[in-house]
C-alpha cells in the first residue's frame, strides 16, 4: 500500500494519517463542505471535496468514495470508525474494486451486523451467552415460556440492534405482549427488520471489551480488556485499560474467548469483542465491533502497540510479527471523551467556534483532536471534540494526571464534559473501582457538579491566601546578611 484515502473525518483521520505518514504512506483525505479548512484536509497529502455538509451526501457515499480512489490511485481505504465503517456493502464494493479495505472482510462484518447471526456463528465455540433464546422471537406465548424458563426481569433485543438501540427490559408477565410489539414494530422502522430476541437482563453489569488482531495468516491475538462501564445513554464517556475487577485468570479466559469469537466469522484486522460481567463476575459475550473503536488509545497505551499500524500491515497481507506471549500489560490508561455538550444542562448540545482551544501537554498525555483555536464546530456530525488520554504506572497515577490534564485544558466558546470527566475522575464510586453501567444515572446530576466547582474554587482561594501570607513573610525580613 503506496497510498490510503481515509473515509472518516476529524480525530480518527487525523490518528490513520499520522500513522500512514510515519509508515512512509501517501494519504489521502476526504471532506464535506463543513470541513474545508478542518487539520485532516490540512494534513493530507491530497484531499478531495465530496459534498455538502450532511453525511448522506458526502461522508456515507461510499460509490464517489470508491471513484475518487480509482482517479487517485488509491490502494487502501481506512474507514476510520461510524460512517462507513461498518458497512459490508462498502468494504465489499472495495473488495471487488480491488481496493484494500483497512478492515474485516464484508462476510464479517455482515455476521456480527446481526446479533443472531453473531449467535449462531459462536454456537461451536464454548462462548459464555447470557440465558436467552437465540433466535427471532414473534409468538408472545413463546416469549412469555422463554421469559418464565430464564426469570424476569428479560431483555428484548433487536437483532439488527447494537449501541442499546431497540432494547425493552420487561420486569413481569403482564408486559411482555406490549413491550415486544413495540420493540418489534421500533426494530423494523430503525432498522428494516422486526427481528427481536430475548435475553435475561443483567441488572448491574460492567462492560467489559476485548481488543483482538487478526491477520491473515490464520494468527488471532487479544490485547487485553478495556473498561467501558462509565457511560450515559450508550455514549462512553471513560474508558480504561486494564479493568480494575480482572484476575489474570478471568483476563485470559475473556481473552481465549474473544479470539474465539474473532475465529467464527474468520475474523481479519482490529475488532473488539463486548461482554457484559455480571456482580460475581460471570462473562458473557454480547457482540463483536468490526472496526477500530474509539477508545482503542488506552489499549495502545498499555500495550505500546500502534494499532493502526498494524491494520495496515495486516490488510498488504503481513503477518503479526509477535505472540501473544510477547503481550504485557505495562501500566494504566484513561480516556475522556470530551464532547461538545453543556453536562449542567443535561448534555444538551453545545454549539459555537473555539475562541480559545489549549490542550494539556507533556509526558503521557495524549491528546487525540481534530479542531483548532478558532474553528466553528459544525451541528452536522458526532459531537466528540477530543480525546483525553492519560498514562500512570498505576491507576492512581492515571486517574491524577487525567485530573491536572483537565485542568489545564482550556476550552472556550462551547461547553464541554472537561468539568464532567472531572467529577467522575475524583468521585468515590470510581477512583475505588467499585461501579457498574448504572455509574452516571446513580451519581451524577448537574447540582452536584455545580457544588464540587464551587467547593474547588474555595479551596483554590484559600490556597491562594494562604501563599499571599507566606510570600508577605518572606518579604517582612528586613536583611539579608
Ligand atoms: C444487556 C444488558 C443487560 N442484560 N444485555 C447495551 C448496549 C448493547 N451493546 C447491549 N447492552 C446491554 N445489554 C443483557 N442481557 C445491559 C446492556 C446495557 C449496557 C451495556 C454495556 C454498556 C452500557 C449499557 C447500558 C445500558 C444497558
Do not use: W
Request: one cysteine or more.
Amino acid at each position: 500500500m503506496k497510498k490510503i484515502l481515509v473515509a472518516n473525518r476529524g480525530e480518527i483521520a487525523m490518528r490513520v494519517m499520522r500513522t500512514a505518514k510515519k509508515m512512509g504512506i501517501k494519504t489521502v483525505a476526504v471532506f464535506s463542505e463543513a470541513d474545508r479548512n478542518t487539520p485532516h484536509v490540512l494534513f493530507a497529502d491530497e484531499a478531495v471535496c465530496i459534498g455538502p455538509a450532511p453525511s448522506n451526501q458526502s461522508y456515507l457515499l461510499g460509490d464517489k468514495i470508491i471513484e475518487i480512489c480509482k482517479e487517485l490511485n488509491v490502494d487502501g481505504i481506512h474507514p476510520g470508525y461510524g460512517f462507513l465503517s461498518e458497512n459490508a456493502d462498502f468494504a465489499e464494493l472495495a473488495e471487488k474494486n480491488n481496493i484494500g479495505f483497512i478492515g474485516p472482510k464484508s462476510h464479517a462484518i455482515r455476521i456480527m451486523g446481526n446479533k443472531l447471526a453473531a449467535k449462531e456463528a459462536v454456537k461451536n465455540y464454548d462462548i459464555p451467552m447470557v440465558p436467552g433464546i437465540d433466535k427471532a422471537v414473534t409468538d408472545v406465548k413463546i416469549a412469555v415460556e422463554t421469559a418464565k424458563e430464564i426469570g424476569f426481569p428479560i431483555l428484548i433485543k433487536a437483532a439488527a440492534g447494537g449501541g442499546g438501540k431497540g432494547m425493552r427490559v420487561v420486569e413481569n408477565e403482564s408486559e411482555v405482549k406490549e413491550q415486544m410489539e413495540r420493540a418489534i414494530s421500533e426494530a423494523t422502522s430503525s432498522f428494516g427488520d422486526g427481528s427481536v430476541f430475548i435475553e435475561k437482563y443483567i441488572t448491574s453489569p460492567r462492560h467489559v471489551e476485548i481488543q483482538i488482531l487478526a491477520d491473515s495468516h490464520g494468527t488471532i491475538l487479544h490485547f487485553f480488556e478495556r473498561e467501558c462501564s462509565i457511560q450515559r445513554r450508550h455514549q462512553k464517556v471513560i474508558e480504561e485499560a486494564p479493568s480494575s475487577v480482572l484476575t489474570p485468570e478471568l483476563r485470559d479466559k475473556m481473552g481465549k474467548a474473544a479470539v474465539n469469537v474473532a475465529r467464527s466469522c474468520d475474523y481479519l484486522s482490529a475488532g473488539t469483542v463486548e461482554f457484559l460481567l455480571d456482580e460475581n463476575h460471570n462473562f458473557y459475550f454480547l457482540e463483536m465491533n468490526t472496526r477500530l473503536q474509539v477508545e482503542h488509545p488506552v489499549t495502545e497505551f498499555i500495550t505500546g502497540v500502534d494499532l493502526v499500524e498494524q491494520q495496515i500491515r495486516i490488510a498488504r497481507g503481513e503477518a503479526i510479527s509477535f505472540t501473544q506471549d510477547d503481550l504485557k500489560i505495562k501500566g494504566h490508561a484513561i480516556e475522556l471523551r470530551v464532547y461538545a455538550e453543556d453536562s449542567l444542562n443535561n448534555f444538551s448540545p453545545s454549539i459555537g467556534t473555539l475562541n480559545k482551544y489549549q490542550i494539556p501537554i507533556g509526558k503521557n498525555i495524549r491528546v487525540d483532536d481534530g479542531f483548532r483555536e478558532g474553528m466553528e464546530i459544525p451541528i452536522y456530525y458526532d459531537p466528540m471534540l477530543s480525546k483525553l488520554i492519560t498514562y500512570g504506572e498505576n491507576r492512581e497515577e492515571a486517574i491524577q494526571l487525567m485530573i491536572e490534564a483537565i485542568d489545564n485544558y482550556t476550552i472556550e466558546g462551547v461547553e464541554t464534559t472537561l468539568q464532567f470527566g472531572k467529577f467522575v475522575c475524583k468521585h468515590e464510586a470510581f477512583t475505588s473501582g467499585n461501579f457498574d453501567t448504572h455509574f452516571v444515572k446513580d451519581y451524577y446530576n448537574a447540582d452536584m457538579l455545580k457544588k464540587q466547582q464551587e467547593v474547588e474554587a474555595k479551596i483554590a482561594a484559600s490556597i491562594a491566601l494562604q501563599l499571599y501570607k507566606e510570600e508577605q513573610e518572606i518579604l517582612k525580613i528586613p536583611t539579608l546578611k
